[in-house]
């Protein structure tokens, strides 16, 4: 009935459920794997700030008509990083510098990588770049602690985790 739904009405009901048996408790994870959880849904938190900045280098590059994009595929890529790497370092870069670092499977000249790299880097975007960059490496010593805690602690699983791993090969 409209108007007669009430959070005091809701817990007595609830509590005559819960007295008559008919509701199932909450599984409370014990406190390793609570802490486990906690680990790896912050370490996946670290690394979605991480992606966020290697966009915000994009685009301050882009700001300074530099379009990476249209020439690499992967802008996270090792080519892609080690020209970023240079322009970071405020470098004009030259044909020779790109071809140093270009992977051979890049399917755009270094002609037109260079055309793409070359725009106006102001001190500010360089500051920034540079910005960013430091706290990305930060970030990544911060995954790697994660990671050596989560696998210190996932060592006590190791039994289960082999098991399971041996359980997914038979059934395929």
């Not at 912050?42 to 991480?50: D, P, S």
């Not at 249209?70 to 892609?80: E, K, P, R």
């Not at 020779?96 to 260079?114: F, I, P, Q, W, Y």
């Not at 289960?160 to 059934?171: I, Q, S």
């Amino acid at each position: 009935m409209p108007g007669h739904k009430t959070d005091k009405n809701d817990s007595v009901w609830i509590s005559q459920l819960l007295l008559a048996g008919l509701l199932k408790p909450s599984f409370v994870p014990p406190r390793q794997q609570r802490e486990l959880r906690d680990l790896t849904r912050y370490r996946r938190k670290v690394i979605q700030m991480v992606s966020a900045n290697k966009n915000r280098i994009i685009r301050v590059l882009e700001d300074g008509n530099v379009k990476l994009s249209t020439v690499l595929s992967d802008t996270g890529g090792s080519t892609a990083v080690k020209l970023i790497d240079m322009l970071c370092d405020g470098k004009m870069l030259t044909l020779e510098d790109v071809d140093a670092v270009r992977h051979k499977r890049c399917h755009h000249t270094s002609e037109e990588m260079l055309e793409a790299c070359t725009g106006y880097m102001s001190e500010h975007k360089i500051y920034m770049l540079q910005q960013i960059r430091e706290c990305n490496k930060k970030l990544q010593e911060r995954i790697d602690e994660l990671d050596k805690r989560i696998k210190a602690i996932m060592e006590t699983y190791s039994w289960m985790v082999e098991k399971t791993v041996r359980d997914t090969r038979h059934t395929r």
